[in-house]
């Protein structure tokens, strides 16, 4: 997230905007967010429809340190400007390769 967060001038040079979703409430997101410095938005998702809809949900779930069970996995989503998703990669992906294919899109929708 700090990368994304460093990184932020070129997601704008590319058109995209960086959000991050979780199923935790509002002030654990903020006071995360304000932990790391967090410059984009964090949304809270308590019910777990944008995580099963974007494929993050898992019935086989590790479990956290807690023991409780951890249904849902980092995942990193691109949607373009149609709404149409165009990449989904399980955990955190390098910048770069994100950075790369936003660029691509950017070349696609400029034809």
Known sequence: MEAHNR????????????????M???????YF???????????SNPLPWMGIAYGAYSREAPFL????PNWF????????????IRYIKDGSPDNKEILLFLLKLEKEFQK
């Not at 935790?24 to 903020?30: A, F, G, P, Q, W």
């Not at 340190?65 to 409780?68: F, H, I, L």
């Not at 996995?73 to 149409?84: E, L, P, W």
């Open 7 to 22: 990184d932020l001038y070129l997601y704008e040079r590319l058109n995209a905007r960086v959000l991050g979703v979780s």
């Open 24 to 30: 935790d409430d509002v002030v654990t997101n903020r």
């Open 33 to 43: 967010a304000h932990s790391l410095n967090l410059e984009f938005p964090l949304l």
């Open 65 to 68: 340190p807690d023991g409780s």
């Open 73 to 84: 996995g980092r995942r990193t989503v691109i949607i373009d400007k149609r709404g149409i």
